[in-house]
């Protein structure tokens, strides 16, 4: 199994250009996690989905889309890039809460600068 | 709303001496507690979870941490380090009642293991 993957790795982008990431797993998880990640702030939860078709807003949803429109796919959107938006971006997956199992697992990441 | 605390940025310690990394939480109800790892240019990896039961869990790689309700804290332990160990360690913390596994992070905790 790959587990989480993730697409681009990298990315430079100039401001306002738009670019989706793209995130697959292979697990059959339910739920799957967007996450930026800033220096001394942790991991902030962008958007998250807890099933095919459904996405809700996480802790700053601000500048960004996604979609979930297949199980084992989620795509996290940048409309109009802005140079706050530098960041590593990580995509998880986990199992319904139903399964009793909650930690999350996570994919390599994919470090963005927008110049 | 759920919060968590990693006081120390950093911690040093000598290999084969004890280490802790500290944690402390604040959450409605019943905590589910877990601490991650990042190794340099990686996706976060799942270290171990408390979910109910035994204070003390034990998870991989030889680490171990304790709950202790009446303190909320859910410190990461390892009786012995490794340089192997250096990275950077994130506690999260998910309310019982969260519909969708999601997990707040802390700041995260720079372990650094000197030979």
């Known amino acids: 199994n790959a587990g989480v993957t993730q697409t681009p790795k990298f990315r430079v982008l100039k401001t306002g250009q738009s670019m989706t990431l793209l995130c697959a797993q292979d697990?059959?998880?339910?739920?799957m996690y967007w996450y930026r990640q800033d220096p001394g702030m942790g991991l902030r939860l962008i958007h998250y989905s807890v099933g095919e078709g459904t996405t809700a807003k996480g802790e700053v949803p601000d500048g960004y889309n996604v979609s979930r429109l297949k199980k084992q796919n989620f795509l996290l959107g940048l409309e109009s890039a802005a140079p706050s938006q530098t960041s590593v971006y990580f995509c998880?997956?986990?199992?319904?809460?139903?399964?009793?199992?909650?930690?999350?697992?996570f994919g390599p990441g994919t470090r963005l600068t927008v110049t | 709303a759920q919060s968590v605390a990693q006081p120390e940025d950093q911690v040093n310690v000598a290999e084969g001496n004890p280490l802790t990394v500290k944690c402390t939480y604040s959450?409605?109800?019943?905590?589910?507690l877990f601490w991650y790892v990042q190794y340099p240019n990686r996706g976060l990896q799942f270290l171990l979870k408390y979910i109910t039961g035994d204070n003390l869990v034990k998870g991989s790689y030889g680490f171990e941490a304790e709950f202790n309700k009446s303190q909320t804290s859910f410190h990461l332990k390892k009786p012995s380090a490794l340089v192997s160990d250096s990275a950077l360690y994130f506690c999260?913390?998910?309310?019982?009642?969260?519909?969708?596994?999601?997990?707040?992070f802390g700041g995260g905790t720079r372990l650094m293991v000197k030979p």
């Open positions: 959450v409605s109800g019943n905590p589910y």
């Open positions: 697990m059959n998880h339910e739920y």
């Open positions: 999260a913390v998910r309310d019982v009642n969260n519909a969708g596994n999601m997990l707040t």
């Open positions: 998880a997956s986990s199992y319904s809460k139903a399964r009793g199992s909650y930690e999350q697992y």
